[in-house]
């Protein structure tokens, strides 16, 4: 079945460090992926997506290129700010569903990210 | 234009008692939908709805109940609180549910505990 594995969490990095988490897939099709990101009491909210093979999402710094030789969506950020503290998800939706709907998603278990200054 | 709402905020149950969480948004999104959010767990589908009307069911739908009587409103019922479904509770929506390629827009998320 379908599925999404991130880093185990919690990662913690001082202020202006280099962030890499990674995110790989298990998909019946051509998914569509997504991070969506997390701050303290609030609810999820689209950082950035990516429609197909070879595309590159990008936002607020953030970026994420859709492998799929790879089966994989990681997320960088060149210099991170404490502010980007938060739960990084990585998640994905499959056009092809038996059953279902093409824009139900499916979440990994999310990675923590704890900025110091 | 407000996105999406929930009510309550916060909530506690004793085992046994039932009650309704409350999903609202005014984007005019045909696709619907309620996750539960648990530690370690990410988020699970639970109940699903692509237009007024149509409801389905998702990865976690025991003790939970949904209808969609029109595009705005999609409550979910506990039927009989159980200390399991303590978890904080996301309502999102997006246009249509029929591409994959659709954003979601989600609430601010119910927390409910069960005792």
């Known amino acids: 079945g379908n599925s999404v594995t991130q880093m185990e969490g919690p990662v913690t990095l001082s202020e202006e460090a280099f962030l890499t988490i990674n995110c790989t897939y298990t998909a019946t099709g051509y998914p569509s992926l997504f991070w969506y990101v997390q701050y303290p009491g609030e609810g999820l909210q689209l950082l950035l997506k990516?429609?197909?093979?070879?595309d590159k999402g990008s936002n607020k710094g953030f970026e994420a290129t859709y492998r799929k030789e790879t089966t994989s969506f990681h997320l960088e950020k060149g210099s991170v700010q404490v502010s980007d503290s938060a739960v990084y998800f990585c998640?994905?939706?499959?056009?092809?569903?038996?059953?279902?709907?093409?824009?139900?998603?499916?979440f990994g278990k999310g990675t923590k990210l704890s900025v110091k200054p | 234009n407000a996105g999406v709402t929930q009510t309550p905020k916060f909530q506690v149950l004793k085992t046994g008692q039932s009650m309704t969480l409350q999903c609202a948004q005014d984007?005019?999104?045909?696709?619907m939908s309620w996750y539960r959010q648990d530690p370690g767990m990410g988020l699970r589908l639970i109940h699903y709805?692509?237009?007024?009307?149509?409801?389905d069911q998702g990865e976690v739908p025991n003790g939970y109940n949904v209808s969609r009587s029109t595009t705005e409103d999609f409550p979910l019922r506990l039927l009989s609180a159980a200390p399991s479904q303590t978890s904080v509770y996301f309502c999102a929506s997006s246009y249509s549910g029929l591409a994959s390629t659709d954003t979601q827009y989600f609430g601010p998320g119910t927390r409910l505990t069960v005792l």
């Open positions: 998640a994905l939706s499959d056009p092809i569903r038996y059953g279902g709907s093409q824009g139900n998603l499916i």
């Open positions: 990516a429609t197909k093979a070879d």
């Open positions: 984007m005019n999104h045909e696709y």
């Open positions: 709805s692509v237009g007024a009307g149509i409801t």
